[in-house]
């Protein structure tokens, strides 16, 4: 990539750029000589794959790392921000992809820390509470402001995470996949605020492996690949296939269900199964479901259906108030987790931070910690079997990673997902629950799941696969079931349209 004019700064165009930055961690280079413009009052969207240097970029533009060489712009002038405190009172402000809010927190102490509203003798925590409330209620969302943010379900601390960057006024705001959480509905309002941002002549940073759903509010699209800027272009000149060729090169498809054999007995039995939540509603309500051996049964919903309430109670995360979960014809209602792990029914859980990884421990470790029983032998740990699956797992996911020591930290978002999903597979389950794996995921890296989850139904695995977005059950399943409100409220094969999904989980069918 050629550099740009050095006055590109002056024309108006752009309010903050990168020019020439590379960032290296160790021998790992995540940015190559990138120049980036963020347009003045309009929607800049960067795409790439997993691990392209995409939260690289936006932590250094952010003031959270510095660049290992080349400029940061603003304003027309040469800007060094030694903390991410000094790139906010710039007017800068950052949604990270990972969240990072305080759990034990209420919801107004995690948006005012470190920025509380003071009186002369003390903290005003009326008046926090005050623009909390205005802040839930233009992201419209019924959130009290002292609920505990660990009270909260995953797309409502994303919310949080939202508002918290909203609450600072910035002009310049970077959203790292603020989405990936949320319901179709909370997108919507998602964009009606952005669009109301821009209308104030906030600029801003927009970062989603939605691809659909990030056209619709994108304004000048970035493509990064492997650390290198490798295209540029305004909305108007773009579509879903410009991105995708430029991500990750041509001919792209995500499959289809896998077909030629036959299915095997029931593997697993969900039995009238109800669970109840704090206020004494059913989030799932007496519902029934068997899954074949060799079958991929795809539970698409809404987020709220009760999707994640089913699959973690049939994990054995969650209590069942009625009902009996059925591991090939034995009742394993009563076993604990690591139980139910060892006789061959595993979760990929939504919310990888909070259950799926130790945030403390290497790729390696966080790899084998679900299938440690396979290292045993007699009653020592065999560290060569060990090394060798982390190897293979993370071979068969395809992690982008410095090796199996690596810090689990170091990785890009999806490439943690990707862990996590190698981490359960790598327990050899007969029944493997998976819900919402892709989110965060690239599309190169999402065909490579479907790919391992139709490789593995052949060997007679049985899948249940959540998700809210349609397009994935289309692709993945043999069977669709949609879930609203706690109850199955359609089912279909796998040559149903997108519209008549959609349709039976009471979403409005947006193109
Ligand atoms: N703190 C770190 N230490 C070592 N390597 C890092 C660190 N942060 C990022 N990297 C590496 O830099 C590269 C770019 O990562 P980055 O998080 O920017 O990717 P990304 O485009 O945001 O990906 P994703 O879509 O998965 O979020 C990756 O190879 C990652 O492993
Ligand atoms: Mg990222």
Known sequence: MSALPKAAHTDGEAVMSARNVAKFFGSVRALNGVNFDIHRGQVTTLFGENGAGKSTLMKILAGIQPPTSGEIILD????????????RNRGISIIHQELSLAPNLSV?????????????????????ARLTKALMEELEEDIDPMTLVEDLRLGQQQIVEIARALSVNSRILIMDEPTSALSATEVEVLFKVIRDLKSRGVSIVYISHHLEEALQITDHAVVLRDG????????????LEWIVRNMVGDNFDLG???????????????DDVVVTEASGANVVDHMSLQVRAGEIVCIYGLMGAGRTELLEAVAGRGELMNG?????????SGATIAERIAKGLSLVPEDRQRDGLVQTMTVGKNLSLASIGAFVKGCFTSPQRERELVDESIRRVTVKTAG????????????????????????????LL?????????????????RLIAERARQGLAVIYSTSEVGECLSVAHRIIVMARGKISAEFGPDVSKEQIMAASGESVVE
């Open 434 to 450: 998976l819900d919402e794996p892709s989110r965060g995921i690239d599309i190169g890296a999402k065909a490579e799941v479907f």
């Open 108 to 128: 107004r102490d995690n948006i005012f820390m470190g920025r509380e509203i003071r009186t002369a003798t003390g903290v005003n925590f009326a008046e926090e």
């Open 404 to 431: 199996g020591g690596a810090a689990i930290g170091s990785l890009s978002g999806g490439n943690q997902q990707k862990v996590v999903i190698g981490k359960m597979l790598a327990t050899n389950p007969k029944v």
């Open 76 to 87: 027309g002038e040469p800007v060094r921000f030694s903390s991410s405190t000094e790139a």
């Open 228 to 239: 290198n800027m490798t295209a540029k272009a305004p909305r108007s000149e773009i579509d």
């Open 324 to 332: 009996k979960v059925l591991l090939e014809g034995e009742d394993v």
């Open 256 to 270: 289809s269900p896998p077909t030629g054999y036959e299915f095997g007995d029931v593997a697993l039995s969900i």
